[in-house]
């Protein structure tokens, strides 16, 4: 049947997650959970609070049991949709780990996409759930997808690289795997994503960092001031200041756009 307009309480969810108006596919379930994430960050009335969290537990074990069927995408969402501090929830750990089997069971790089695995790792390094074997197995899919796909954002990059660092994993290859993709793009680096790539590799001992470093630089002055605004130019200074380096064009470039 057809879902609940977007915006509907809660309540209007129980009857797909109770089963009263049917199955539903694993990807609806996860649908739901999003919709409902909202709610968990809210301070509910007890009994509110407890019917939210079963009704979570309940579209969970849907997803759960739907593992197989999902795509990376939803997989990614599936994680998302639970708040950092209910991945050790026992209601929710088997989700969680049906979530990382699946991931390490694939043996197809194209089965994932830079974004998805970016989302999936970044929900494991907000949570600090830590899995090597993960980590392993998504830096070899990470290194053997096709390197000019439009999707291996600054976004992604900088978020994959920072989901590595939270959980204190080094992977030299990756890391300079990545680098030299960010190296080959020319266009399309927003201010934000230029301080995103910056940070995230600011305080890695990547091989490629000061070439990184210089071509970010020049994706920096190349950006017209009229897109650098004081918050911009703050972040950016920030991040260069971060990774130690002192490049006199870089901050003119910074200090024109600021004074502009």
């Known amino acids: 049947g057809a879902l609940p307009p977007s915006g509907g309480a809660h309540v209007s969810l129980e009857p797909f997650a109770n089963g009263s108006r049917g199955d539903i596919a694993p990807e609806d379930a996860v649908f739901m959970m999003n919709r409902l994430k909202q709610g968990t960050r809210k301070t509910l009335p007890g ?3 407890k019917r939210l969290e079963g009704l979570m537990a309940a579209l969970g074990a849907v997803v759960e049991a739907g593992m197989d069927e999902l795509s990376s995408k939803y997989v990614a969402l599936a994680l998302n949709s639970l708040p950092p501090g209910r991945f050790e929830v026992e209601a929710y750990r088997p989700l969680v780990d049906a ?3 699946r991931c390490k069971s694939i043996r197809d790089p194209d089965w994932f996409s830079p974004r998805s695995l970016s989302m999936i790792l970044n929900a494991c390094a907000k949570a600090r759930v830590r899995d090597d074997a ?3 197995h998504a830096a070899t899919m990470l290194t053997r997808l096709d390197t000019v796909r439009e999707d291996f954002s600054a976004q992604a990059i900088s978020v994959i690289v920072n989901a590595y660092s939270k959980l204190n994993c ?3 290859e990756l890391f300079d795997h990545l680098a030299g993709i960010v190296k080959k793009q020319r266009t399309g680096y927003s201010p934000q994503a230029i301080s995103s790539i910056v940070n995230a590799y600011s305080h890695l001992p990547s091989s ?4 990184l470093m ?3 630089s020049l994706l920096t002055i190349k950006t017209p001031p009229n897109q650098l605004d004081a918050q911009a130019v703050a972040n950016i200074v920030n991040a260069f200041v971060k990774a130690d380096i002192n490049d006199k064009p870089l901050l003119e470039h910074l200090s024109e756009s600021a004074r502009g």
């Open 47 to 49: 009994a509110e609070q």
């Open 99 to 101: 979530a990382v089997a």
């Open 134 to 136: 993960l980590l392993h």
């Open 170 to 172: 080094s992977s030299e």
């Open 208 to 211: 490629r960092g000061p070439e």
């Open 214 to 216: 210089a071509h970010m």
